[in-house]
């Protein structure tokens, strides 16, 4: 039962120094979330594959600023690793911002809210909201169009990039639900207005830096994403996966997200502005773990099919 997108990860300093930052409203990942599932993609991408990717990046248009996610400094294996890495919240940290690459913003993009409610212990769609008309699973099959059709590199690295953040974003349980309340009739805006306690101060934010809350990257996020992503892949790698899993289209990652999100993230003990409990969090921790890491191996798939 489908309803409605909103879900988690560094750009490098290069392009926070290019245009100021403006605050606004979390709707994704984190860096840290977003990083991690481009890490276990890459490691699990053809040489073909990994080539071609970096080759689109460095080749993306100049006002969109791609091609300086890639550190100065290095070697050349891991530079490239990074570019892709880092690649992944390109889309994120364009959001809000000033002249020359505000035009790739698209709020709309990150999510696709299927709306629902809870009636009598059921849980039951709302059909009457719709989605916004471009949203996460309406724009996914059009930027793999582009992606694999003969058109310029220029267009096809801004494509490239938004794939590896939304594959992330739909893996995020709170992008695809929109929790209808008699307090919110039009939803929650996939948990944004489900406030907690204490830092996060709300659900969404609360599963989009669920990485960081259980290990802060201390100001070393490259550190940091390492260490996820060898422990994510030891505790899940992708042989304990079925294949049916890991080839799943899009439709199905929105349903396990939506489902996620209905069945596991608003337990009648998880009060409104209260801090979650040690017992939520366990359980937050081990599902975010599971979507991150299919979202990896996701991603790799997808793209050794298109990147050939």
Request: glycine share 6%; charged share 20%.
């Amino acid at each position: 039962m489908l309803l409605a997108p909103r879900l988690l990860f560094t750009v490098a300093t290069a392009i926070a120094t290019l245009i100021p930052r403006v605050a606004s409203e979390a709707r994704r990942w984190n860096a840290t979330g977003h990083d991690v599932i481009a890490a276990i993609a890459w490691n699990h991408l053809t040489p073909a594959a990994r080539a071609k990717a970096v080759a689109l990046l460095r080749n993306g248009p100049p006002e969109a600023h791609l091609g300086d996610l890639e550190p100065a400094g290095g070697a050349a294996d891991e530079r490239a690793r990074q570019l892709f890495i880092v690649a992944s919240t390109w889309s994120d940290q364009i959001k809000g911002r000033q002249v020359p690459n505000h035009a790739y913003d698209r709020g709309t993009w990150h999510y696709t809210d299927y709306y629902w409610k809870e009636t009598s212990g059921k849980i039951v769609a709302v059909p009457e909201i719709q989605p916004d008309a471009e949203n996460l699973i309406e724009r996914m099959p059009v930027l793999v169009g582009m992606l694999t059709a003969a058109g310029p590199d220029s267009t096809r690295a801004v494509a490239l990039a938004w794939i590896e953040h939304l594959v992330g974003d739909i893996h995020q349980p709170l992008h695809a639900s929109g929790r209808v309340t008699p307090d919110l009739p039009k939803g929650d805006r996939g948990g944004n207005d489900f406030k907690l306690g204490g830092n996060p101060n709300n659900l969404h934010s609360y599963w989009d830096g669920i990485l960081d809350l259980v290990e802060p990257s201390n100001g070393d996020r490259v550190a940091a994403v390492d260490r996820w992503t060898t422990a994510i892949e030891q505790r899940l790698p992708m042989s304990s996966f079925k294949a049916a899993e890991l080839e799943a289209g899009l439709d199905v990652w929105a349903r396990e997200s939506l489902e996620m999100a209905q069945q596991t993230l608003y337990p009648a003990s998880l009060a409104e502005h209260a801090v979650p409990s040690e017992e939520y969090k366990k359980a937050a921790d081990v599902a975010a773990e599971r979507r991150i890491a299919l979202a990896g191996y996701r991603l790799a798939a997808l793209l050794n099919k298109t990147l050939r």
